[in-house]
């Protein structure tokens, strides 16, 4: 098991700085997912860790020893592509076993591992192919399966699995998680997919323009948000936010001051019966636009004091257009932040 440790690191690319500053600490085994928007950088932090590019300042460490100059050969770190990067004219299963081949492993060792590691994956009966002759999926599973066969300390991610169907993904998801739980090495993952960042993680590192906006459990991400970026980019579909009028119905001391927002995620809407816990405020009357069928539950589209609200509810009542339904929170489970900076004001 290995620790990794980035400190103060910067990289720019021509004028654009794209790594602003990255300190991050991964702890030994961890299972690390970043995530963020498309351009914020991850992929060139994992590249930096990885030695395919170097940093124009700071400092990476693995197991406390600064690896900046080392050769990428040499860090002993395996990293699964966004492009998968397979050698076209070797088949499956030398793919598969070419890093344990430079390791100087038995080929009875390598065939072994490739074995396991290809049963896991479902890749066991394409070992005899070369990549040209598989699906995009296929591919993506044997670059996974190349990375994770070698076992080294330090395995790197970088949305391995978005290339596949949904069936699949969920699947591959629980596998690299099972491998996660039964290897000793440090992972980090990166993803664009909600699911895995918060089942997979044992922490969210959350980037945004080439800064580490924040780290933690995905519960904390999830219920404890710094700002408004980080609670709108974690949770599908997206935390509600809402201003003006029903702000002022807040009885927290924070919420008397003007340019402030409430956050309510979807499933923390309820239907005012009447009676209200000690913690629950009244909200006003939701008027129901849309309702979506998802199977237990409804999404239903609507506005609240003339603002576009999305709730979830467990009820199995029909809905129909142009229906008010009186509504109300819980107020541990809302947030407020303040407009300008999106600060969570309540944390
Ligand atoms: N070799 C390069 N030369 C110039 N610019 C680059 C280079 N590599 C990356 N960039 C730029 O750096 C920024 C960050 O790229 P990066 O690939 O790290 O983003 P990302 O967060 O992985 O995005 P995505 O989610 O789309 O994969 C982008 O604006 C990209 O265009
Ligand atoms: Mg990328």
Same mark, same amino acid.
């Given at each position: 098991?290995?620790?990794?440790?980035?400190?103060?690191?910067?990289?720019?690319? $021509?004028?654009?700085?794209?790594?602003?500053?990255?300190?991050?600490?991964?702890?030994?085994?961890?299972?690390?997912?970043?995530?963020?928007?498309?351009?914020?950088?991850?992929?060139?932090?994992?590249?930096?860790?990885?030695?395919?590019?170097?940093?124009?300042?700071?400092?990476?460490?693995?197991?406390?020893?600064?690896?900046?100059?080392?050769?990428?050969?040499?860090?002993?770190? !395996?990293?699964?592509?966004?492009?998968?990067?397979?050698?076209?004219?070797?088949?499956?299963?030398?793919?598969?076993?070419?890093?344990?081949?430079?390791?100087? #492993?038995?080929? =009875?060792?390598? =065939?072994?591992?490739?074995?396991?590691?290809?049963?896991?994956?479902?890749?066991?009966?394409?070992? /005899?192919?070369?990549?040209?002759?598989? =699906?995009?999926?296929?591919?993506?599973?044997?670059?996974?399966?190349?990375?994770? !066969?070698?076992?080294?300390?330090?395995?790197?991610?970088?949305?391995?699995?978005?290339?596949?169907?949904?069936?699949?993904?969920?699947?591959?998801?629980?596998?690299?998680?099972?491998?996660?739980?039964? =290897?000793?090495?440090?992972?980090?993952?990166? /993803?664009?997919?909600?699911?895995?960042?918060? /089942?997979?993680? *044992?922490?969210?590192?959350?980037?945004?323009?080439?800064?580490?906006?924040?780290? $933690?459990?995905?519960?904390?991400?999830? &219920?404890?948000?710094?700002?408004?970026?980080?609670?709108?980019?974690?949770?599908?579909?997206?935390?509600?936010?809402?201003?003006?009028?029903?702000?002022?119905? #807040?009885?927290?001391?924070?919420?008397?001051?003007? *340019?402030?927002?409430?956050?309510?995620?979807?499933?923390?809407?309820?239907?005012?019966?009447?009676?209200?816990?000690?913690? +629950?405020?009244?909200?006003?009357?939701?008027?129901? +636009?849309?309702?979506?069928? #998802?199977?237990?539950?409804?999404?239903? &589209?609507? &506005?609240?004091?003339?603002?576009?609200?999305?709730?979830?509810?467990?009820?199995?009542?029909?809905?129909?257009?142009?229906?008010?339904?009186?509504?109300?929170?819980? #107020?541990?489970? !809302?947030?407020?932040?303040?407009?300008? /900076? $999106?600060?969570?004001?309540?944390?």
């Amino acid at each position: 098991m290995a620790t990794i440790e980035f400190s103060k690191c910067a990289k720019s690319f $021509g004028s654009a700085n794209i790594l602003k500053g990255i300190d991050l600490e991964v702890a030994a085994g961890e299972f690390l997912v970043l995530v963020g928007p498309s351009g914020c950088g991850k992929s060139t932090l994992l590249r930096t860790l990885a030695g395919l590019e170097t940093l124009d300042a700071g400092e990476i460490k693995i197991d406390g020893k600064v690896i900046n100059n080392t050769e990428p050969q040499d860090r002993n770190i !395996a990293m699964v592509f966004q492009s998968y990067a397979l050698y076209p004219h070797m088949t499956v299963e030398e793919n598969m076993g070419f890093g344990l081949k430079l390791q100087g #492993l038995a080929s =009875s060792e390598i =065939s072994k591992r490739v074995k396991e590691i290809g049963d896991l994956l479902q890749i066991s009966p394409l070992l /005899t192919r070369r990549p040209k002759e598989l =699906s995009g999926g296929q591919r993506q599973r044997v670059a996974l399966g190349r990375a994770l !066969a070698r076992q080294t300390p330090v395995i790197l991610f970088d949305e391995p699995l978005s290339n596949l169907d949904a069936h699949l993904r969920t699947q591959m998801r629980v596998e690299i998680k099972r491998l996660h739980q039964n =290897s000793k090495s440090t992972m980090i993952y990166v /993803t664009h997919d909600q699911m895995e960042a918060t /089942t997979m993680g *044992d922490r969210i590192a959350v980037l945004k323009d080439g800064v580490i906006e924040q780290v $933690g459990t995905p519960t904390e991400i999830y &219920h404890r948000p710094k700002n408004m970026f980080i609670a709108s980019f974690i949770g599908s579909p997206e935390m509600n936010f809402i201003e003006g009028k029903t702000v002022s119905k #807040l009885p927290w001391p924070e919420a008397q001051k003007a *340019d402030q927002v409430l956050g309510v995620r979807p499933e923390n809407f309820k239907i005012n019966n009447g009676s209200l816990g000690s913690q +629950e405020v009244a909200l006003g009357d939701y008027t129901v +636009e849309l309702s979506e069928n #998802l199977g237990g539950q409804q999404m239903l &589209h609507g &506005h609240l004091d003339g603002q576009p609200i999305r709730m979830i509810t467990d009820s199995i009542d029909k809905f129909s257009t142009g229906q008010k339904l009186p509504l109300k929170i819980d #107020l541990t489970k !809302a947030h407020l932040f303040d407009k300008k /900076t $999106g600060e969570n004001q309540r944390l």
